[in-house]
């Protein structure tokens, strides 16, 4: 049993998984990119207060979630902190604090990265886990929703994952909620012997939150709650109408999920979920957003509508794996420098950072071992090439292997590297 191991609830991405979150990573940056969203990076933590304001005191991810972080003793700028649970308060945070509301809105961010929630291990969900994110801050919509929805949706697509299906409701805004809060208040209350103790506590503070209970007791309950669709306000009535026409003028399919709520306090009217069908009926739940038209104001900026979403991307893998999907290849070297002389590290080494100076993924083989142990490794790390050094340096030359044909050549080192620059354009898009 080695000493140390990584934190419960924490894993160590070695290099097969890590590429394939890399491949993720890429998919989201190129997408956010298409769609006009500039990357971003915020702290991983924060002051508590930006999710306590932002996520709400009252929710499962600050009530029981929040990782928070005590700065070592005597440090003066002790302060309290916690790790992100999620990437919204803290883009709203800097988005107020550097006065993004003047720039021309929408201003349209995302942001992939580890986020902390201090949750019971189990099966995909984890203490540090990845989100890819986007928020557009400054618009209200419908149109905007509509893109953020499909942005979501072809994410999965273009990450090569099936049937991920979207929920879609809204739950209204200060005008037509109030009244709607205390018609499940009254629901929830007339079963209050049925519901577990700590729902029966939030029934108090937040009959909405009980909706996002993941207590199986509660789902029975649930599913027969009052909903807010026949009693959203004018307004937001057309604005839900309008996200759905945009959508189906995308060629978006959604279900409509009527008691669909999400678990932070800040959403407003629009609220989504990416679902992916599990055994038996269960589902999981790949990640979800929605609009926050009253968070800019909550953490001290005008008054400014936003929305946005954070799609989980270790459940993504995890999901990929489970569909069968071809694990992307791990990154290795085009070339490995070996030569014949064992204790020859330094012409190996010369030789390999040329290779690289030029561009190209290379590596010398600097044990000292026989050169047909030095082929031999050159061949397991999956090179193409093998540049082997030997006596003919001394007339400027060496040979050229291409280890997957299994063909030998000299080349003169001047020419090395454009050599194998060319051929390796020609394996990678055909000979021209
Ligand atoms: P939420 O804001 O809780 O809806 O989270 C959005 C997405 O992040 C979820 O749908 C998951 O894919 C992912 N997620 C949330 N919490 C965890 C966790 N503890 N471990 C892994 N993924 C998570």
């Given at each position: ?34 769609y ?98 986007v928020e557009a ?7 905007i929703d509509a893109e953020i929805v499909e942005l979501g ?119 989504f ?16 957003g ?17 929305i946005g979403f ?123």
């Amino acid at each position: 049993m080695p000493r140390c191991q990584a934190p419960r609830g924490t894993r160590d991405l070695l290099p097969a998984e890590r590429a394939a979150f890399a491949r993720l990573e890429r998919i989201a940056l190129d997408l956010a990119t298409r769609y006009g969203y500039q990357p971003v990076e915020t702290p991983l933590f924060e002051q508590s207060e930006v999710f306590e304001r932002a996520v709400g005191a009252a929710t499962d991810v600050v009530e029981k979630e929040l990782f928070r972080v005590h700065a070592g003793r005597g440090d003066s700028e002790r302060e309290r902190w916690a790790l992100r649970p999620e990437p919204t308060a803290g883009i709203v945070r800097a988005y107020v604090q550097h006065g993004m509301q003047n720039l021309p809105q929408p201003v349209r961010l995302t942001l992939t990265g580890p986020m902390f929630r201090y949750d019971r291990p189990q099966a995909g969900r984890y203490r540090q886990f990845w989100q890819f994110d986007v928020e557009a801050i400054g618009d209200p919509g419908p149109g905007i929703d509509a893109e953020i929805v499909e942005l979501g949706a072809r994410f999965f697509r273009e990450a090569g994952l099936r049937d991920v299906v979207v929920r879609l409701n809204s739950i209204g805004d200060g005008d037509c909620r109030p009244a709607y809060v205390e018609r499940l208040r009254a629901y929830f209350a007339g079963h209050a012997d049925r519901l577990p103790a700590l729902e029966r506590e939030r029934l108090a503070a937040d009959p909405l939150r009980l909706l996002d209970s993941k207590d199986p007791l509660m789902q029975a309950l649930i599913a027969e709650a009052p909903t807010l669709t026949e009693d959203l306000c004018p307004a937001c009535a057309g604005h839900f109408a309008g996200v759905r026409a945009h959508l189906d003028a995308l060629g978006v399919e959604y279900q409509l999920e009527p008691r669909l709520v999400r678990g932070l306090d800040y959403y407003t009217r629009t609220a989504f979920e990416f679902f992916r069908p599990l055994e038996a009926g269960a589902q999981q739940a790949l990640g979800g957003g929605g609009r926050y038209d009253g968070l800019v104001e909550l953490m001290g900026g005008r008054p400014t509508p936003g929305i946005g979403f954070g799609l989980g991307l270790d459940r993504v893998v995890l999901a990929l794996a489970a569909q069968g999907a071809e694990a992307p290849p791990a990154p290795h070297v085009t070339v490995v420098v070996v030569s014949a002389d064992p204790a020859d590290t330094v012409t190996r080494l010369r030789v390999a950072t040329d290779l690289r100076a030029a561009g190209l993924a290379a590596r010398a083989d600097l044990a000292q071992r026989k050169l047909s142990r030095q082929l031999e490794g050159a061949a397991r790390d999956r090179a193409h090439f093998a540049v082997i050094c030997g006596d003919e340096l001394s007339h400027g030359q060496v040979q050229l292997k291409d280890l997957e044909a299994g063909t030998q050549r000299p080349v003169n080192v001047a020419d090395l590297a454009r050599e194998l620059l060319r051929a390796e354009g020609q394996h990678r898009h055909g000979p021209a």
